[in-house]
């Protein structure tokens, strides 16, 4: 059996194992501790794994099945690919980059991402800006925080990430309703998550830039 690990996501040090279809046809989830930390991880052949659409499908699965175990774990996701060696080489890089990655789970603690997307059905029908504006207002009121992504059509007025707490879920759900009811005839809202707070860490990994993205 390789000694090659990869590795998902960082969460407070905890003994868990899955039973998931991780990266690489993996079947056996765990973790690896390193004080106060532990590292989301998976057997594999290489440190070098190949970015396919199964991959990072598989990398996303298992990422959204820490956030929803036994009620819900926090966790700051990795970016695709982060593979090492063996545990030595794991618990170097968790040692070096703990400080970093302790004030990320303090941060996000307890929170999930949700995307927004909302477009226009009529350029015509409404006062776009005003319409973002009363959107945003209504969204943020029940997050703790919002990242803008790329408005990469005509017809996309919003597009952001929000950071929200587990607890505050329903409510935002509840606001969500709330947009489709008021704008329902002018808009389409696509709603998704709950997703690792990708766009929310922003850290180094050893010698690699860790940025949110799926």
């Known amino acids: ?30 973790t690896v501790s390193y004080r106060s930390l532990a590292a989301v991880v998976s ?7 190949d970015r396919t659409d199964p991959a990072v499908e598989a990398h996303n699965d298992v990422l959204q099945q820490i956030i929803e175990y036994d009620g819900g774990r926090t966790v700051v996701p990795m970016s695709f690919g982060m593979a090492f060696k ?11 980059a ?37 959107i ?7 997050s703790i925080n919002e990242t803008e992504n790329d408005l990469f059509s005509d017809r996309l007025i919003l597009n952001k990430s929000y950071l929200v707490d587990r607890e505050e879920r ?14 329902g005839e002018h808009v389409t809202v696509q709603y998704t ?16 830039q860790q940025h949110g993205g799926r």
């Open 1 to 30: 059996m390789s000694d090659n690990l990869y590795t998902y996501g960082i969460i407070d040090d905890e003994d868990i194992t899955l039973d998931a279809d991780g990266v690489a046809g993996a079947t056996d989830i765990y």
């Open 170 to 183: 329903s409510a935002f759900d509840d606001a969500i309703d709330d947009v489709k009811e008021e704008y």
């Open 136 to 142: 945003t207002d209504m969204l943020n009121s029940v």
């Open 98 to 134: 703990r400080p970093a990655l302790r004030s990320a789970l303090n941060d996000i603690e307890g929170t999930v991402e949700l995307g927004v997307k909302v477009l226009t059905s009529d350029e015509d029908a409404l006062a776009e800006t005003a319409v973002q504006s009363e």
């Open 193 to 208: 998550g709950p997703w690792p707070p990708y766009n929310f860490v922003d850290i180094h990994i050893g010698a690699e």
């Open 86 to 96: 063996n545990a030595r080489t794991l618990k170097g890089v968790l040692r070096g």
């Open 43 to 49: 057997d594999i052949d290489t440190t070098d794994p």
